[in-house]
């Protein structure tokens, strides 16, 4: 297949059915629609595109930033865009959340503004929220920005009425699911496939899925949220249901492990919600039925997201010589130096603290070496001779004494620890300088 | 789906409240005798909050003074209770600063904040206390005003502002307060010329903001405005990060959830109003799409006061990548803190008695207080009050009622959320506002159309029973008069 840009490679993506023997539903056949596999990464690629095309060659002319208010995937994919067209581009958000995202849109030389926290002491008379504010200044006249506004932009609905939707039915045989499982971000993507399904078979049944309400998963709306949605239509949906981040989890670790799809939360929440939703209908079935639910996006960039929810997936062996070893008694025996004889140290003095803080005023003569460092350094094995005396200094003396308690358990001869750290040093007056 | 279960938003009440609220005989003769609105403050619930902070402090191994910002009360009692422990107190004018000299306060522990005229800044000078500056003349003035007068050199630290975030840009809310921190070397160029007058301490901020990401770039500035006072050789040890720090006010957090799940669904018009008027507390209906935001306090917070605190300190530094508590040990720094609100946890209650129960489309609960002597409402904090009834046998009944305020003004609603009681109110009863020592008690109440401003007393614990004096009376020596 040959392009002339990366834009042409947006859409057409495979339908893929689930293995039954990993659903466990006996009379339907679930397949997952793969929006991961678009070119920069999810189903917003095809929004993106949608929505920017005709704002581009004004926005050029014009010398305008591209903006929106996203936390991942359509920033993504209109940085990318906007990079190619030349344009910059500027995502604005209060939820970007994962790190990984961040991160990435940085690299692909999007700017990122982040919207303050509530007030503490409440305003009363501040009947604007600062979202509003920013979506005012955006429209304006000659602002220096085109907004493409996904929350309220009827293209975002569009490139899945005239893309996502028809593409399944034509893969379906032309035929439409009897079931079509989505989460809701934006509402473009359900709204527009269950249009496009409808049109083929009105009793299509569209099931949406939004988070719990305190809870967070990464692309989509809270139940409460999704009303502030400009797209979302109550009536599209036969049902809203919610799935929990844990949920999402789960049906992620499903596709990932056991369906070769690397998923990320909002496709395992799919998945799990799909599941979950047929497997009530399933037992009273007597004809097959289809169902089809929708991949957004891959799971590399959510992988902090999961290590907070389930540190346990990533799991490694401890490592030897590790402070986390070492027993109260050892610590509680840790030798120490009081501040007279560090004064006349004769060996090396090394400062576990921040290199900012020891840069500012430290010990005549001592090295840095930060915590962390020293910390990795010692799994090693003994990072300096036994023949050399050393003095740790932390801050209060206690981070030092484990050091302390580990080396001399590693065989080092003539450590000590500073008692009371670097803070009783100075409040004995003792000299501190800076290089 | 409307909920049909009723709304009720149960505030958290720790034991000392609930153990007030058991006291009918006493809290009736006392509105008996001093007159509705009456306010409670109770000193002693103060300890556990002090104490709550310092755990914190001790698990970060973090030295610093717990200024209590003053200007969250102006009780006599909570102010002299709070001297006889080891906390400080966060002036804001020069009555607060008075009020603090008078209430057993050494110079040591307190602390001016905020925009100060020239009165201020004398008895700050002169009672040596420490000037925390809002601005680079404030430092100028002060300096002039210790040179007239040839007093002592003054303790200052600097407000700072305007915090710069790399990467990612972070907006804040603009603030009318402090030095932006763009300008701190023309601030410590104003201190090292006045060096006769002024010793610098160490670097400020309040950032009124619930959001902990602000905070910690706030903080994280902070500590390298500190690195470059040490440039200059200014052994500067301190960082105040202000107040702020928040209260959970309800015991269930799913009722709050449920509630503004609700409200936004009365909004759409999905079900039956919630408020006075369809008032949406900041949220409209614009063509069946909920826009706005919504204008209340997080009411549940479980993560608030220290609790807060030790998320701050255990965040990570957003340029140094190490957890912020760390690196304040590590630059051998003082942590010193402002908390308001949180400080006043349970510290008191306000009371009024309920003077008329109408029948109607909805029941109207009149009472003999109104908005401005419990500010509830305009500080956006949703919560039940609890009733206290007159003869002591109330009638389980869920009740939903609108309270009304005494004002002869059509806005003069204690809330304009439709509250659900768990008992039916009657004439005569009264109706408890707890946990509003913070902000809710005396903040804003006016003598307007001449009615009275409520007195306060404080209620203290002597001899397994609750005794109470007058505010003004209160001094924390009760228990050894007892001893005696
Ligand atoms: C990861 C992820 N999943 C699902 C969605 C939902 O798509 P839509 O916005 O079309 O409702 C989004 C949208 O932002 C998303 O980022
Ligand atoms: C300078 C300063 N410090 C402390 C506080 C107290 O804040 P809080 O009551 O939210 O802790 C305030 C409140 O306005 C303030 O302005």
């Known amino acids: 297949m040959r392009y002339e840009d990366m834009t042409e490679a947006i859409g057409n993506t495979p339908l893929v059915r689930i293995d039954p023997a990993v659903h466990g539903l006996r009379n339907i056949d679930l397949y997952a629609k793969m929006e991961l596999l678009n070119p920069f990464g999810s189903l917003k690629d095809r929004a993106a595109w949608q929505m920017a095309r005709p704002l581009l060659a004004g926005a050029a002319e014009r010398g305008d930033t591209v903006v929106e208010l996203s936390s991942g995937n359509t920033a993504k994919a209109l940085a990318m865009i906007a990079g190619m067209h030349g344009l910059r581009f500027k995502s604005v958000t209060n939820r970007m959340k994962v790190p990984e995202v961040k991160d990435l849109l940085l690299l692909l030389g999007a700017e990122i503004d982040e919207l303050p926290g509530q007030a503490e002491c409440l305003d009363p008379s501040d009947t604007e929220d600062p979202l509003s504010r920013m979506h005012r200044t955006l429209t304006s006249n000659g602002s220096g920005y085109v907004h493409t506004d996904q929350y309220f932009n009827e293209r975002n609905v569009e490139a899945h009425q005239h893309g996502t939707g028809p593409e399944i039915v034509k893969d379906l045989d032309g035929r439409a699911p009897d079931y079509f499982v989505a989460c809701v971000g934006t509402a473009g993507s359900s709204t527009g496939v269950a249009r496009a399904l409808r049109q083929h078979d009105p009793d299509v049944r569209v099931i949406g899925l939004v988070a719990a309400k305190s809870d967070f998963i990464p692309g989509i709306r809270t139940i409460d949220e999704v009303h502030e949605v400009g797209l979302f239509e109550p009536g599209v949906y036969d049902a809203i249901e919610t799935i929990t981040a844990d949920e999402a989890i789960d049906g992620l670790l499903t596709l990932v492990r056991r369906c070769g799809t690397p998923a990320g939360p909002t496709g395992g929440g799919a998945f799990h919600g799909a599941v979950r939703h047929l497997r009530t209908v399933d037992a009273g079935l007597t004809e097959r039925r289809t169902a089809v639910f929708i991949v957004c996006d891959r799971v590399e960039s959510y992988l902090s997201y999961l290590r907070e929810r389930r540190p346990a997936l990533f799991g490694r062996p401890p490592r030897r010589n590790d402070t986390r070893g070492l027993d109260e008694a050892e610590i509680a025996a840790a030798p120490t130096a009081d501040v007279e004889e560090a004064r006349r140290w004769p060996g090396l003095v090394v400062d576990l603290r921040s290199p900012y803080a020891f840069q500012a005023l430290h010990i005549d003569g001592s090295i840095n070496i930060v915590d962390e460092l020293f910390a990795e350094l010692l799994h090693g094995g003994l990072p300096f001779s036994r023949r050399q005396p050393v003095l740790l200094v932390c801050p209060v003396g206690e981070k030092s004494a484990r050091y302390a308690a580990l080396l001399t358990r590693m065989g080092h001869p003539s450590v000590r620890s500073l008692a009371g750290g670097i803070i009783a040093w100075r409040d004995a007056g003792a000299r501190l300088v800076r290089d | ?484």
């Open chain 2, 1 to 484: 789906m409307p909920d049909s279960l009723p709304l009720l938003l149960t505030p958290r009440m720790e034991p000392i409240t609930q153990s007030v609220l058991t006291e009918g005989a006493l809290l009736r003769q006392l509105t008996d005798g001093l007159g509705s609105p009456l306010n409670v403050v109770l000193p002693e619930a103060l300890d556990d909050n002090v104490e709550g902070f310092r755990a914190v402090y001790r698990h970060h191994r973090l030295r610093g003074q717990i200024y209590f910002a003053h200007k969250a009360n102006r009780s006599s009692a909570l102010l002299r209770h709070l001297a006889a422990t080891d906390a400080g107190v966060d002036v804001a004018s020069l009555g607060e600063l008075q009020h603090a000299l008078g209430s057993g306060f050494g110079p040591g522990r307190i602390m001016a904040t905020g925009p100060k005229n020239r009165e201020f800044l004398w008895l700050a000078a002169r009672s040596g206390i420490t000037v925390n500056a809002d601005s680079l003349d404030e430092l100028s003035e002060l300096a002039a005003l210790v040179a007239a007068g040839r007093l002592p050199r003054v303790r200052v630290m600097v407000r700072l502002a305007e915090f710069a975030s790399r990467g990612v840009r972070m907006v804040s809310r603009r603030s009318r307060f402090g030095v932006p921190s763009g300008q701190l070397s023309e601030a410590l160029d104003r201190v090292e010329k006045h060096a006769d007058q002024l010793e610098l301490t160490g670097v400020a901020y309040h950032l009124d903001t619930i959001g902990l990401a602000e905070k910690a770039i706030a903080l994280e500035s902070c500590l390298v405005a500190l690195d470059e006072c040490r440039r200059r050789d200014r052994a500067a040890w301190s960082i105040d990060i202000g107040g702020g720090f928040g209260v959970d006010y309800l015991a269930d957090g799913q009722q709050w959830e449920r509630y503004t799940s609700e409200l936004a669904q009365a909004m759409l018009g999905r079900r039956a109003p919630l408020t006075w008027n369809e008032h949406g507390y900041g949220l409209r209906n614009e063509a069946g799409t909920l826009r706005g935001t919504l204008g209340l306090y997080p009411a549940s917070r479980p993560d608030s006061g220290p609790g807060y605190l030790g998320r701050l300190l255990s965040a990570t530094a957003p340029e140094q990548r190490r957890p912020l508590g760390t690196l304040l040990l590590d630059s051998m720094c003082d942590l010193d803190i402002e908390p308001g609100r949180a400080l006043l946890d349970q510290c008191g209650l306000v009371l009024a008695r309920v003077l008329e129960v109408r029948e109607g489309a909805d029941l109207l609960v009149r009472l003999d207080l109104n908005a401005r002597d419990v500010s509830l409402e305009e500080h956006g904090v949703l919560m039940d009050p609890v009733v206290i009834p007159r003869d002591g046998n109330a009638v389980p009944e869920t009740t939903e009622v609108y309270l009304l305020g005494n004002l002869c003004l059509e806005s003069d609603l204690i809330t304009r959320r439709k509250v659900v009681l768990p008992v039916r109110p009657r004439p005569g009863d009264l109706l408890a506002f707890v946990n509003t020592a913070g902000y809710f008690m005396d903040f804003s109440a006016t003598r307007a159309l001449h009615q009275p401003i409520g007195r306060k007393v404080a209620l203290f614990r002597q001899g397994g029973s609750w005794s109470w004096c007058l505010d003004e009376h209160y001094w924390p020596v009760h228990e050894s008069r007892e001893a005696a």
